[in-house]
């Protein structure tokens, strides 16, 4: 598979495609699940509720933002996929991760959920037949390919583990 050309996502999504290596997305993805588990394995339920300033979210709130988004973009690359021509709204982030009620479960069921839905989102992507991975859809008012909602996907979450291991890991207080 090639890597998605600009004009098959929207430009505030070059960023996070920007940042996956190579062009094969799906050993990416596979790969991501196996070190997301491991990034989280050490960590303590205190390090789930840390946040390095305030107004930003918690650890379990970025892992939940993670699951969740995933859940959507992949959700998208189906419709896509599928054939479906309608046009697919966008989200408000911050609405998903308020009403999420991460602080109320524990770091290791959100980073095993985000197991389970990368696990789906890999079987969704190996289900499409080759001539899928090019179809063309709306979401968010923006043109999008199936190819590109995978490598969107790998991204948001490099995009995010960055955040976590340069700004939160660190500057948790050890006790």
Do not use: C
């Not at 190579?22 to 205190?46: H, I, K, N, P, T």
């Not at 992949?74 to 021509?85: C, K, T």
């Not at 989200?91 to 602080?103: I, L, P, T, W, Y």
């Not at 001539?131 to 948001?156: N, P």
């Amino acid at each position: 598979m090639k890597r998605p050309e600009p004009t098959e996502y929207a430009e505030s999504h070059a960023n996070y495609v920007s940042k996956v290596p190579g062009s094969d997305v799906l050993s990416v993805l596979e790969s991501q699940r196996v070190q997301m588990l491991q990034l989280f394995a050490g960590r303590s339920e205190r390090d789930g509720s840390f946040r390095y300033s305030p107004g930003k979210w918690t650890v379990k709130e970025v892992l939940g933002h993670i699951n969740d988004t995933e859940r959507i973009f992949a959700y998208r690359a189906l419709r896509i996929a599928r054939g479906d021509q309608t046009p697919l709204p966008g989200f408000e982030q911050d609405d998903f991760v308020k009403n999420g009620a991460f602080s109320g479960r524990t770091l290791a069921d959100l980073a095993e959920e985000f197991a389970l839905v990368r696990g789906a989102s890999l079987a969704l992507f190996r289900s499409f037949p080759q001539e899928a991975w090019l179809r063309r859809g709306v979401a968010s008012q923006k043109e999008v390919t199936v190819r590109a909602l995978a490598f969107v996907i790998a991204g948001h979450q490099i995009h995010h583990r960055i955040v976590l291991e340069e700004r939160y890991f660190p500057a948790i207080p050890r006790a």
